[in-house]
């Protein structure tokens, strides 16, 4: 199981970190991880990636240059760091897992992960 958390509200312009937990097992460099989101009445789509081994990272091209993800396997946590952040962002964001490593074309493919959370809220908002 994994467990999203670090959502809320805040102003345009502001900053979250979001952390993905697991719980039941060992988030350790078997593991890729994925966040993504979805607004109200749109699709789920990825937001990052990060590898298991060797920390390479995937963004979509309306985050990158303000959200960052990084993982520390001793705490069994993945975060994700967003900055300036916009109206747009306003979704609840998830987490999820697999074991394996995943090509640039797939990682923000949601059939990719076996593993999901159930989501935390993320509201921009002024």
């Known amino acids: 199981q994994l467990v999203e958390s670090g959502g809320g509200l805040v102003e345009p312009g502001g900053s979250l970190r979001l952390s993905c937990t697991a719980s039941g097992f060992i988030l350790d460099y078997y593991y890729a991880i994925g966040w993504f989101r979805q607004a109200p009445g749109k699709e789920r789509e990825g937001v990052s990636y990060?590898?298991?081994?060797?920390?390479?990272?995937y963004f979509a091209d309306s985050v990158k240059g303000r959200f960052t993800i990084s993982r520390d396997n001793a705490k069994n946590t993945v975060y994700l760091q967003m900055n300036s952040l916009k109206p747009e962002d306003t979704a609840v964001y998830y987490c999820?897992?697999?074991?394996?490593?995943?090509?640039?074309?797939?990682?923000?493919?949601?059939?990719?992960?076996?593993?999901w959370g159930r989501g935390t809220q993320v509201t921009i908002s002024s």
């Open positions: 990060i590898s298991g081994i060797g920390g390479t990272t």
């Open positions: 999820a897992a697999i074991a394996a490593r995943l090509p640039r074309s797939s990682w923000s493919d949601a059939r990719s992960y076996n593993y």
